[in-house]
């Protein structure tokens, strides 16, 4: 009895340290929240065209976040000395939220470019009153279309584009490349700032656009990028981008409109909530207190049957 109780007091520890040692992983797992930096810049532009589009240098190296640090710009005015007094739940929403929706981008018989997602836009803005700040949801609808002519498999540099209109909106993502990994290097918003998405706004049907540029949704090519769970994205104090259900696929070289096979899950998808580790030790803890006081009893109760038969033999 003693030997079998030692025997499972050592497995049951072992299996509490390496459960401990999980705990940490997962702890180390979760990704970090980028920072950003922004300036004014005066662009009004409301067009998009891949010719015209600057080419900008990115550092390559790959970390272990989810999305790198990023620099951004936009042509908004600060907010930051206005009061902000109001509540998103007052904005009325002009478009729907979107749903899982495959974009495609094609050059002849190669389909190069797929996307799935899902995103909101939470935008700041200032109201008639030149002292207040709004905030108006734009989302990325279901039903947004992919504008042909701004679109390329064969963009500057080596580059990939796909835009995509919404309303009087447009969303880009240009895609870029290094030897074993592609990633999309910039994104970019032009919106209109109409009555609708952006109530009483001081600024009525002014289009404005933001932009951020690093190296976001990275994956081995020849592989789709995958993560279902949510995380943002600030494009800058004024804007902030809220994505989920993201799937895409670049620098393709066949003529099939599906995700291949093969698929990166991000790491938030992958990690596991710490109440698992944490309920495992708890429920190890319990069963090494059961063990050494079986084993308690187990030896009183021999050591009062040793003592009980010494007694009986005992002569009178």
Same mark, same amino acid.
């Given at each position: 009895?003693?030997?079998?109780?030692?025997?499972?007091?050592?497995?049951?520890?072992?299996?509490?340290?390496?459960?401990?040692?999980?705990?940490?992983?997962?702890?180390?797992?979760?990704?970090?929240?980028?920072?950003?930096?922004?300036?004014?810049?005066?662009?009004?532009?409301?067009?998009?065209?891949?010719?015209?589009?600057?080419?900008?240098?990115?550092?390559?190296?790959?970390?272990?976040?989810?999305?790198?640090?990023?620099?951004?710009?936009?042509?908004?005015?600060?907010?930051?000395?206005?009061?902000?007094?109001?509540?998103? $739940?007052?904005?009325?929403? =002009? %478009? @729907?939220? #979107?749903? &899982? *929706?495959?974009?495609?981008?094609?050059?002849?018989?190669?389909?190069?470019?797929?996307?799935?997602?899902?995103?909101?836009?939470?935008?700041?803005?200032?109201?008639?009153?030149?002292?207040?700040?709004?905030?108006?949801?734009?989302?990325?609808?279901?039903?947004? $279309?992919?504008?042909?002519? =701004? %679109? @390329?498999? #064969?963009? &500057? *540099?080596?580059?990939?584009?796909?835009?995509?209109?919404?309303?009087?909106?447009?969303?880009?993502?240009?895609?870029?490349?290094?030897?074993?990994?592609?990633?999309?290097?910039?994104?970019?918003?032009?919106?209109?700032?109409?009555?609708?998405?952006?109530?009483?706004?001081?600024?009525?049907?002014?289009?404005?656009?933001?932009?951020?540029?690093?190296?976001?949704?990275?994956?081995?090519?020849?592989?789709?990028?995958?993560?279902?769970?949510?995380?943002?994205?600030?494009?800058?104090?004024?804007?902030?981008?809220?994505?989920?259900?993201?799937?895409?696929?670049?620098?393709?070289?066949?003529?099939?409109?599906?995700?291949?096979?093969?698929?990166?899950?991000?790491?938030?998808?992958?990690?596991?909530?710490?109440?698992?580790?944490?309920?495992?030790?708890?429920?190890?803890?319990?069963?090494?207190?059961?063990?050494?006081?079986?084993?308690?009893?187990?030896?009183?109760?021999?050591?009062?049957?040793?003592?009980?038969?010494?007694?009986?033999?005992?002569?009178?």
């Amino acid at each position: 009895m003693k030997g079998l109780g030692i025997f499972v007091f050592f497995v049951l520890v072992v299996a509490s340290s390496k459960a401990q040692d999980n705990a940490t992983d997962f702890t180390n797992a979760i990704p970090e929240v980028i920072s950003t930096l922004a300036v004014d810049v005066n662009q009004t532009d409301f067009e998009f065209n891949s010719s015209s589009l600057s080419t900008t240098t990115e550092n390559n190296t790959e970390t272990s976040t989810l999305f790198p640090t990023t620099t951004s710009s936009e042509n908004n005015t600060d907010l930051s000395t206005f009061s902000s007094t109001e509540s998103t $739940s007052e904005i009325p929403i =002009s %478009s @729907t939220p #979107s749903s &899982e *929706n495959d974009w495609i981008v094609e050059d002849g018989n190669v389909t190069c470019i797929i996307l799935t997602m899902e995103a909101t836009f939470n935008i700041k803005y200032i109201k008639s009153d030149n002292k207040t700040i709004g905030t108006g949801k734009l989302f990325l609808p279901k039903n947004a $279309s992919v504008d042909a002519k =701004s %679109s @390329t498999c #064969s963009g &500057e *540099n080596g580059t990939q584009i796909i835009v995509l209109i919404f309303s009087n909106n447009y969303f880009m993502m240009t895609f870029s490349k290094d030897d074993k990994k592609g990633f999309v290097k910039e994104m970019k918003l032009n919106y209109t700032l109409d009555n609708s998405t952006f109530p009483d706004v001081s600024e009525l049907n002014v289009p404005k656009n933001v932009s951020i540029s690093g190296e976001f949704f990275k994956v081995d090519l020849g592989k789709n990028y995958l993560c279902k769970n949510s995380d943002e994205i600030e494009f800058s104090p004024n804007v902030m981008m809220t994505v989920s259900n993201v799937q895409l696929e670049s620098f393709r070289t066949d003529n099939n409109t599906v995700f291949t096979s093969d698929s990166w899950e991000c790491d938030a998808d992958s990690q596991v909530s710490d109440i698992v580790p944490i309920a495992v030790g708890c429920a190890l803890a319990g069963m090494v207190v059961i063990v050494l006081i079986a084993y308690l009893v187990g030896r009183h109760r021999i050591v009062r049957r040793d003592t009980s038969q010494c007694n009986t033999l005992r002569p009178p």
